[in-house]
């Protein structure tokens, strides 16, 4: 089955700095691959996500890319804020659509934001 | 519309016991997830349901669990005899095939 292997599991980064989290996965076939921001004692809440026709997508602040070929894909969050701070979570999918398979999850960051 | 809704948000039961939680998702979608969150194994998907019907179950952990989806808007996830290391975050959570999850709040199960 799949496996999905995220880095850091802590990070921490000065208010205004940028946040890299990286992702592999071990599946080809895999072909959907959403971020989730996790805030405690929350839900897991869908930030952005990329399916494997496109490289690089972005949303503000945000922005995920893909690597089909070596298998990897990374957040990136500029102009870090406060409120960014809370467990962010990669996962991957087989699903087409995005919704038509269950996810993968990598085992999160915990972002931390220094004022 | 409302979300996915689990119910109860919290519960403590003793080892031994039967647990029921309980999701109703959201209305249109034809997909329902059930997964686990504990800190030692993050998020793991326990099974899921593609209009009504369980698609893959390989991730209950064994035979104490059980899931029905017995229509299209409530599903139950149960454990008999509950034990200790049960004790997790259970999220449902449904989507349809062309778009993304919509988790439920979750239910904190505390076997004592």
């Known amino acids: 089955g799949e496996n999905v292997e995220q880095h850091p599991s802590t990070l921490s980064v000065q208010e205004g700095d940028s946040a890299v989290i990286k992702c592999t996965y071990s599946?080809?076939?895999?072909?959907?691959f959403p971020w989730y921001k996790q805030e405690l004692g929350k839900r897991p809440q869908l930030i952005i996500d990329i399916r494997s026709n496109v490289g690089e997508k972005k949303d503000q602040r945000i922005a995920v890319t893909l690597n089909k070929t070596a298998k990897h894909f990374s957040l990136h969050i500029t102009e870090t804020q406060p409120e960014d701070s809370a467990v962010y979570f990669c996962?991957?999918?087989?699903?087409?659509?995005?919704?038509?398979?269950?996810?993968?999850f990598g085992k999160g960051t915990h972002l931390i934001i220094q004022p | 519309d409302a979300g996915v809704i689990q119910s109860p948000r919290h519960e403590v039961t003793e080892m031994g016991q039967e647990v029921t939680l309980r999701c109703k998702p959201i209305s249109g979608h034809d997909y329902l997830f059930w997964y686990r969150q504990t800190m030692m194994r993050g998020l793991e998907l326990l099974i899921y349901?593609?209009?009504?019907?369980?698609?893959?179950d390989s991730g209950m952990p064994e035979d104490r669990f059980s899931a029905k989806m017995p229509n299209a808007s409530f599903s139950t996830l149960k454990i008999q005899p509950s034990e200790p290391r049960d004790s997790a975050v259970y999220f449902c959570?449904?989507?349809?095939?062309?778009?993304?999850?919509?988790f439920g709040s979750g239910t904190r199960l505390t076997v004592v």
């Open positions: 996962a991957a999918s087989k699903g087409s659509g995005g919704g038509a398979d269950g996810l993968t």
């Open positions: 349901f593609n209009n009504n019907v369980p698609i893959d």
């Open positions: 599946d080809s076939a895999s072909n959907y």
């Open positions: 959570a449904s989507s349809w095939a062309g778009g993304g999850y919509t």
